[in-house]
């Protein structure tokens, strides 16, 4: 049984930081295609960034190059999302997938249920 935990979310001030993690138990490929998503209440669900956990890969929206940093940690086995320089439209619902491609979410699988954010 595959599951996504993200935890991290929370309220920040405009300017502010945040970091994302994904837990994924139960999956056994051993390299695969993960990414952050978020959405807004009324808004579509758009990709934030996404990686290849073999290595490189990685894509951002270009809403958040250069504030946002996609990246795995090995050692935890959690995918995360570093949130710099957070502004009020960053704010929505984030969630985790895996076992897809790129930023379309229609392509991804396996989803989290997701981590709060909001920027004030």
């Known amino acids: 049984h595959v599951q996504l935990v993200e935890s991290g979310g929370g309220s920040v001030q405009a300017g502010g930081s945040l970091r994302l993690s994904c837990a994924a138990t139960g999956y056994s490929d051993n390299s695969y295609c993960a990414a952050w998503f978020r959405q807004s209440p009324g808004k579509q669900r758009e990709g934030v960034a996404s990686?290849?956990?073999?290595?490189?890969?990685?894509m951002y929206a270009d809403s958040v190059k250069g504030r946002f940093i996609i990246s795995q940690d090995r050692a935890k086995s959690t995918l995360d999302l570093q949130m710099n320089s957070l502004k009020h439209e960053d704010s929505a619902m984030y969630y985790c997938a895996i076992d897809g491609w790129g930023l379309g979410p229609e392509t991804y699988k396996i989803w989290g249920q997701g981590t709060q954010v909001t920027v004030s």
């Open positions: 990686m290849f956990t073999s290595g490189g890969g990685t």
